[in-house]
């Protein structure tokens, strides 16, 4: 039962990140803008910037079909808990940067964060997100090798010793 569990946890943050990198993959330019409204990256060198713009869709891309093959699975997941734990604190903090500008209700907050999604509402980001730390971060941790190719491969392996 926990290895099904954590298969499926492994395809909702998997195809989840896959899914939401193509945009950002297809289109590096306006991901780049997002990043830059942000500001917690500095705009020299301009390589660093246009880099992150990207390299991390890709990162969250391979990650995410990792993840769901299950490859490196643990690897995969450490990233991606890294990965949405930065930009959900960019998010919160942006949020907050716009609550305290403007006399709005916090859930009222709209923006284009940058996820591929277009304009979302915080909060429904937000505990989005903290669903998608909780279960990478619970894979990154756990042992279990089932459901996953590379499980195939290490049986096969140690048949034939």
């Known amino acids: 039962m926990k290895a ?5 946890l492994r395809l909702y943050v998997g195809l989840y990140m896959a899914y939401y990198s193509l945009p950002k993959i297809k289109r590096p330019s306006d991901f780049l803008k997002n990043i830059r409204l942000y500001e917690m990256v500095p705009e020299n060198p301009p ?4 880099g992150m713009a990207v390299w991390i869709p890709w990162m969250e891309l ?3 079909l990792f993840l769901v093959l299950g490859i490196a699975r643990r690897g995969a997941a450490t990233l991606l808990t890294f990965l949405l ?3 959900s604190a960019a998010i919160l903090w942006r949020t907050l940067g ?3 500008a403007q006399d709005i209700a916090f859930c009222d907050i709209a923006f284009d964060c940058g ?3 277009g ?3 915080i909060c429904h ?3 989005i997100n903290f669903s998608l730390i909780l279960a990478a971060a619970w894979i990154a941790c756990s042992q279990d090798r089932s459901w996953s190719l590379t499980s195939k491969f290490s049986r096969r392996r140690n048949e034939t010793e």
């Open 98 to 100: 716009i609550f305290q």
């Open 115 to 117: 996820c591929g999604t």
């Open 62 to 64: 391979l990650a995410g």
């Open 119 to 121: 304009e979302v509402i």
């Open 47 to 50: 390589w660093l910037l246009n």
């Open 4 to 8: 099904l569990l954590l298969f499926l």
């Open 125 to 127: 980001k937000l505990p």
């Open 85 to 87: 734990v930065i930009f």
